[in-house]
């Protein structure tokens, strides 16, 4: 995929996205809402034509060899749209038969997608009857049931509850060892949870690429938010000299306990700041002031992309 | 093109797995059973047997009630055709598969066009009934269908054209009825506008009214092929550049 770019109108939804997934790879497409991630996704699907730059899939161009590219590709939109009317079994059937799957195979096929999907309990419900989570499954069975090389799923955990997710995660990681995945989602967890290699996009524009542990490494904490028996200034006293910690502040908290926020120097690389976490707390316990609570602060999504968009060039 | 089968088959399921199919061939048949015993009873109590008009003419022509009843019914058949796909965004799964616009649109069309044709099968029935109690020239009766056929297959294009275009349903569905009846009301400007005008000829020319008149008495004119031929092809043909075009939106 090389220099996307996609313009509605005077509006910028990829600005310039290049990148490449090779064969087998989990790749998880990072970023904000609406940051062009769908966008970006919809057009790697062929399902919509970009302004400029190329795309293509297993050697096939996205425009010149549409259809062949379309072949080799399964994909799940975001709301994941399904015909209400149909039963799963008749939706997944259609669905194979359109993406050329032989006659022969077809049943074989399918079965085999409602039972990774694990739809086969549905199968003879109508779409229209079901929950969240089996549409998005039954929205997974459509991508694999072809068996295509490469599978799109956008979003495919939005709206499930926290089993389901673990389920879907799961399902992705598994369909890697034969696949090459893409996914997008908002969750920096999920991306860790199930991707090999990370793209974050931020307004149109790839703001960085690397493994998911580079990515993890970004997520690190600016400070811990500490609550100890005691009072605030006995707290601020024993941190005054703690190497690391730049600065305390109180937080609000109800008596007899004292939170504060004790924010790390910038200039502790990530492997001195669990030492750092240390000394607090060893501090704390020196002061007798029992430690009730420690929690890292920071290190969301968010940060990872404020460090980011203020210095892209940072990560490679 | 190998995916216009699948397509078709889920087509056809949708209409006749939803009440829609049924509902609408149901009101079809009771208007054309109400149309059928009113021209037997005109021609049961017709005094002056020499008129060459026969019950068969006067069914399919010199009526409105066959274009009333088409105007109530294919705005409902052809609005789902894409302008619902849209809505619920499942075009976007059917075209993320390996299938070309064109075939897209045809199988499509040619669902609702099965689904007319279903419509009609069973008035078959008064046409042998006809036959039974009087003489019935055949042949008359075939260019009949055939301009039953011809005339369903043009409007239900524009229909599909029109949900191609429009963002929903109901849009979609009054933008049919309004571009039938318009085609009708300049059919009608035959009767009005003076004789060896161009406006009159074009008006002769497409007026659906003239056609139906002239195949319902078993006149097969080629001028009026062509005139359906345009009114299939035309409207199917920007309804795949209008597909085409929402990859690009």
Redesign the interface.
């Known amino acids: 995929m090389a220099n996307l770019t996609k313009r509605y109108g005077t509006r910028v939804a990829v600005d310039d996205v290049s990148f490449e997934v090779g064969r087998g790879e989990v790749v998880g497409f990072l970023g904000p809402n609406g940051a062009g991630k769908t966008t970006t996704l919809r057009i790697l699907a062929g399902v919509l034509g970009s302004t400029s730059g190329s795309a293509t899939v297993a050697g096939h161009d996205l425009v010149r060899a549409s259809l062949e590219a379309r072949r080799h590709i399964g994909y799940m939109p975001e709301a994941v749209p399904l015909y209400p009317e149909m039963r799963v079994v008749e939706y997944l059937r259609f669905r194979a038969e359109l993406k050329l799957v032989t006659r022969s195979q077809r049943a074989r096929f399918v079965d085999e997608a409602m039972d990774r999907a694990g739809v086969l309990e549905v199968a003879n419900r109508t779409i229209d009857h079901l929950s969240k989570g089996y549409r998005q499954r039954v929205g997974i069975a459509d991508a694999i049931v072809a068996k295509p090389p490469v599978i799109i799923l956008d979003e495919p955990t939005a709206g499930l509850d926290p089993n389901q997710i673990r389920h879907a995660r799961a399902l992705v990681r598994e369909l890697g060892r034969e696949h090459t995945v893409v996914v997008s989602t908002h969750i920096l967890s999920e991306v860790e949870a199930c991707a090999t290699r990370v793209l974050l996009i931020h307004h149109g524009r790839l703001v960085a690429q690397g493994a998911t542990s580079d990515i993890r490494a970004m997520r690190q904490a600016v400070a811990v938010d500490v609550t100890v028996r005691g009072s605030f200034a006995a707290a601020d006293q024993a941190l005054r000299c703690t190497a690391g910690v730049a600065s305390v502040e109180p937080l609000e908290t109800t008596e007899p306990f004292a939170r504060f926020r004790a924010t790390f120097e910038g200039a502790l690389s990530t492997e001195d700041r669990p030492g750092a976490t240390e000394r607090i707390v060893n501090a704390m316990v020196g002061a007798g002031l029992g430690v009730s609570e420690v929690r890292a602060y920071g290190g969301s999504l968010e940060d990872v992309f404020a460090a980011l968009t203020q210095d892209p060039g940072d990560l490679e | 093109m190998?995916?216009f089968?699948?397509?078709y088959?889920?087509e056809m399921?949708?209409f006749f797995?939803?009440p829609l199919a049924w509902v609408l061939i149901v009101a079809f048949l009771v208007v054309q059973g109400m149309h059928f015993f009113l021209v037997v009873d005109h021609f049961a109590h017709q005094v002056d047997i020499t008129s060459d008009e026969t019950p068969l003419a006067a069914f399919f022509g010199n009526t409105v009630l066959l274009y009333l009843v088409l105007f109530m019914l294919v705005p409902p058949m052809t609005m789902r055709t894409f302008a619902e796909e849209r809505r619920?965004?499942?075009v976007?799964?059917?075209?993320?598969?390996?299938?070309?616009t064109a075939s897209v649109v045809l199988a499509k069309y040619a669902a609702a066009l099965t689904t007319y044709v279903v419509m009609w099968i069973p008035t078959v029935l008064y046409v042998v009934i006809l036959g039974r109690i009087g003489g019935l020239d055949g042949r008359a009766a075939a260019s009949a269908y055939l301009g039953v056929l011809l005339v369903g297959a043009g409007y239900l294009a524009l229909g599909t054209c029109a949900s191609a275009l429009a963002r929903s349903q109901f849009v979609a569905m009054i933008w049919t009825a309004f571009a039938l009846l318009a085609l009708f009301i300049v059919g009608m400007g035959e009767f009005v506008t003076r004789e060896g005008t161009l406006f009159h000829d074009v008006c002769v020319h497409v007026s659906v009214w003239g056609h139906m008149n002239d195949f319902a008495s078993g006149l097969v004119d080629s001028r009026h092929l062509v005139f359906y031929g345009t009114l299939i092809v035309l409207p199917l043909f920007i309804a795949t550049r209008a597909v085409e075009a929402w990859?690009?939106?």
């Open positions: 190998r995916s089968w699948p397509i088959k889920r399921f949708a797995v939803t619920s965004g499942t976007e799964t059917l075209m993320s598969g390996p299938v070309s990859r690009w939106g």
